[in-house]
């Protein structure tokens, strides 16, 4: 999988929005963006993924640039439930499934 | 569906055990993974299965560790002997054969494993 690049840490207030860069610059144009976090104590889960369009779901919005060599979560309302440790994964699932490359990751913060 | 189930959630072991960690995955789900966390290391794939065969096992730190997937619904992964720089949280997740290029991966809460 292609590599990506995200800030060690971000700090935000509650309530207010967060928005998590990932860069990936040498990204392929089969890879998709995907975003997993790590809530404390917990497994990963699965937050959003996109290919060129932004999308959104309940959880939050995944902004792709035109170029696609950067892209950025968006947490619209940030609560004290968010904070976790933030993983952007590039995948090209073209030979079906693999394992997810997970980097290190931002950690969000979010201060009450 | 209950999510991923892994067993024990926590596990301590003297150097030199056997030690087994279970899974089962979501039901109907093809693909079943085995990660490993450490603080130094971050998140790892061991080894991953489709349809119960072992596709890729190149994160496999060595001949110590194994892992089986003897049914759709069970896999095991064990590590003979253990020693303390295999102390970590191990995951277990599992994923549907991917449509839409989703295929969202399922977690497990993991099997904090401690080797003394």
């Known amino acids: 999988d292609a590599k990506t690049t995200q800030p060690n840490s971000m700090e935000s207030n509650e309530e207010e929005p967060v928005h998590l860069p990932c860069n990936h610059s040498t990204i392929s144009g089969t890879d998709y963006i995907h975003w997993y976090r790590q809530l404390p104590s917990q497994g990963p889960e699965y937050v959003i993924h996109g290919l060129t369009s932004n999308v959104n779901n309940r959880m939050a919005s995944l902004a792709i640039a035109e170029d696609r060599k950067s892209s950025t979560l968006i947490l619209h309302r940030a609560t004290l439930r968010d904070a976790a440790v933030y993983y952007c994964?590039?995948?090209?699932?073209?030979?079906?499934?693999?394992?997810?490359?997970f980097g290190k990751g931002t950690h969000l913060i979010i201060q009450p | 569906d209950a999510g991923v189930i892994q067993s024990p959630r926590h596990e301590v072991t003297e150097m030199g055990q056997e030690v087994t960690l279970r899974c089962k995955p979501i039901s109907g789900h093809d693909y079943l993974f085995w990660y490993r966390q450490t603080m130094m290391r971050g998140l790892e794939l061991l080894i991953y299965?489709?349809?119960?065969?072992?596709?890729?096992d190149s994160g496999m730190p060595e001949d110590r560790f194994s892992a089986k997937m003897p049914n759709a619904s069970f896999s095991t992964l064990k590590i003979q002997p253990s020693e303390p720089r295999d102390s970590a949280v191990y995951f277990c997740?599992?994923?549907?054969?991917?449509?839409?290029?989703?295929?969202?991966?399922?977690f497990g809460p993991g099997t904090r494993l401690t080797v003394l």
């Open positions: 997740a599992s994923s549907l054969e991917p449509g839409g290029a989703n295929n969202e991966q399922f």
């Open positions: 299965f489709n349809n119960n065969v072992p596709i890729d």
């Open positions: 994964i590039l995948r090209d699932l073209r030979g079906g499934a693999d394992g997810l490359t």
